[in-house]
């Protein structure tokens, strides 16, 4: 916890003494008006008048300069403040002090004393108002020695005497001066320190309030997301159940045609919201990290064009590309899929007109644009429909019109490679989204440097063990592998895996499924097979999205892929592994 400096401490010191002291002339006033008029008969008026003129003109000068400062406390040095208040405290003291040395010749033993305790007193009472034992030592100084010196040539045989006692009075003031001060000093400190607990109160009170908000939205984020998905699982499978009801009822071959039709129809949309609810998952647990490669912007949304090229057609709508020659550092496979799903919804979602796909640069950021003539979307709804499952008019959830996730895996994808994704729609006025990338590369695009080595790549002739407890999945990733021109071997278990290293030697690459019906998991076991028989690359698959051993495998930094694999996204991966 931070202490407050020097000059904080001494800023309050002197704070304190000038609030008091701005009053003390009228004090004076009163203590000097009430001396002068008991003296008037003995004193000579004019000597009356020259010493009590010297204290109030000083204590009026001190009073007038404290009021000031004061009124500038925030701006004034306080260290010179001192000073200055110290020399003042002096001439104050010692103005005060020459009113015995001007008077006591003329005046009685009795008013003597009286003079005297009032200055002792005066004197003493520095300690209360001081703060800063150098005031408090110079003012009863500059008081005491000329009462003493006053006393002392009235009464030279007592000289001695006084001289003993005003030392050990004045002593004895500096002492309880400087307790006095640190005491101050010691209380500013603890003020302060519990000024700035309060402060760390505050900000850590408002932090957990801010994080609070956050965790009950994305507690009714998901609870949202679970209920649509809940609802677009039930529906095709009831869809699934009514068909097969169907299909045992009457098996006739026009009514299979029908029902096979249909349930590819329902399996394929299945496919579809479960590959987004996975690839959100992904990307939400942080399981997705992405990559930072050179490449061509536009010669990427180019080729994801020609994707969109007949669906377009079949809806008689003009695609028009209008690509300036960016390049760009970024996760290509997450720009592909930005621009995929940008211009999937905007052939969706335009009846006619055209989808409008441009790149160009504005204030120094590549901006991808998509722009159609479609429906458009009202204003208010412009942050809604980035949320997972917000559809604008779907109330019936009508699956061939999309499951809603779309956007909103446009918007995580953005936040991952820090990109920002902006709309620009209105009802019938169309939709344009923009996306803006801030690392724009400066040479020209290359269409040579773009290919992803990966693909170029021949995984003929490499030895790949594959270990997975499911016998399905072990038959087609064989036939898949030697499609490949793989030499593959596969394990049902982690016995059988530890056989084909005893008898074959290490792998080029182990593709392990990461639940094996053991209680060793696939990123274990690969851990083991690499500490006895030396380093090799390994490939994990899972259909798991949250486990420990989804963390684990992650911890080992295995390539991780998420099943279902799509077959390119499965070469790719051997590829990188092999390369
Ligand atoms: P989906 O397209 O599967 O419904 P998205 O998350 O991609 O899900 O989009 C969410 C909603 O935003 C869509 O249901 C649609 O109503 C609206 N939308 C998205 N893109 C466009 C567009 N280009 N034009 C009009 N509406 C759009």
Not at 35 to 63: D, F, H, K, Q
Not at 165 to 182: M, Q, T, Y
Not at 225 to 249: C, G, K, N, T
Not at 419 to 428: N, R, T, Y
Request: with cysteine; charged share 20%.
């Amino acid at each position: 916890m931070g202490k407050p400096q020097n000059r904080e401490v001494m800023s309050e010191l002197i704070g304190m003494h000038i609030r008091i002291i701005r009053f003390l002339p009228f004090l004076d006033a009163l203590i000097v008006g009430v001396t002068a008029y008991s003296l008037r008969a003995l004193v000579p008026t004019n000597i009356l008048a020259l010493a009590i003129g010297m204290v109030m003109g000083m204590e009026t000068i001190r009073g007038t300069y404290a009021a000031v400062a004061f009124q500038r406390r925030k701006l004034i040095d306080p260290f010179r403040t001192h000073r200055v208040l110290v020399v003042l405290a002096g001439l104050s003291g010692l103005a005060l002090g020459l009113l015995p040395v001007f008077a006591f010749p003329y005046i009685t033993e009795a008013h003597m004393v009286v003079i005297a305790a009032v200055l002792f007193g005066y004197a003493a009472g520095g300690v209360g108002v001081a703060a800063s034992p150098a005031i408090e030592t110079t003012w009863s100084l500059s008081i005491l020695l000329p009462v003493g010196y006053a006393y002392g040539s009235v009464h030279p045989e007592l000289g001695t005497a006084v001289l003993i006692l005003l030392a050990l009075f004045s002593g004895f003031l500096v002492v309880v001066a400087w307790a006095a001060k640190n005491l101050l000093a010691q209380s500013i400190v603890i003020r302060h320190q519990r000024d700035v607990l309060v402060k760390d109160l505050e900000k850590s009170n408002a932090e957990v309030r801010e994080a609070l908000v956050r965790v009950e939205e994305s507690a009714q984020t998901r609870a949202r997301v679970l209920a649509a998905a809940s609802h677009d699982l039930r529906q095709p499978l009831h869809a699934l159940s009514i068909y097969s009801a169907v299909l045992s009822a009457k098996p006739a071959p026009d009514t299979l045609q029908e029902v096979s039709r249909s349930i590819d129809q329902i399996v394929r949309s299945l496919g579809d919201l479960l590959n987004g609810l996975l690839d959100l998952s992904r990307l939400s647990v942080g399981y997705y990290t992405p990559e930072k490669r050179a490449f061509a912007l536009d010669k990427t949304v180019l080729d994801i064009c020609s994707e969109f090229e007949s669906l377009a057609a079949e809806k008689h709508l003009t695609l028009i590309r209008d690509l300036a020659p960016i390049r760009i550092s970024s996760d290509p496979t997450a720009v592909s899929r930005i621009v995929r799903n940008l211009i999937d919804n905007a052939v969706k979602y335009t009846d006619h007109g055209h989808v409008r796909v441009s790149t160009g640069i504005e204030n120094g950021e590549a901006v991808l644009t998509v722009a159609d003539t479609g429906k458009g979307i009202p204003e208010a709804l412009h942050g809604r429909v980035f949320e997972e499952f917000y559809q604008v008019d779907n109330p019936g959830r009508d699956r061939s019109k999309g499951v809603g996730l779309g956007l909103a895996l446009v918007q995580r994808l953005c936040e991952l490679i820090a990109a920002e994704v902006s709309l620009d729609s209105a009802p019938e006025r169309g939709s344009s989204f923009s996306v803006r990338f801030a690392d724009v590369l400066p040479e020209p695009a290359h269409a040579a440097v773009d290919q992803d080595p990966a693909q170029a790549s021949s995984l003929a002739g490499n030895r790949i063990y594959v270990v997975d407890d499911e016998i399905d999945i072990l038959r087609s990733m064989s036939a898949l592998l030697h499609a490949w021109g793989v030499i593959a071997w596969v394990a049902g278990s982690p016995a059988a895996l530890e056989q084909l290293f005893i008898d074959n030697g290490v792998p080029d690459l182990l593709i392990a499924d990461l639940r094996l019906g053991a209680p060793e998991h696939g990123a274990q076991l690969a851990r083991r097979m690499q500490g006895l028989h030396g380093p090799f690359p390994v490939l994990v698959m899972t259909g798991e999205t949250s486990s420990e051993a989804l963390r684990q495998a992650n911890e080992q930094n295995y390539l991780l892929l998420q099943k279902p694999i799509a077959h390119e996204t499965l070469y790719a991966a051997i590829s990188k592994l092999l390369s």
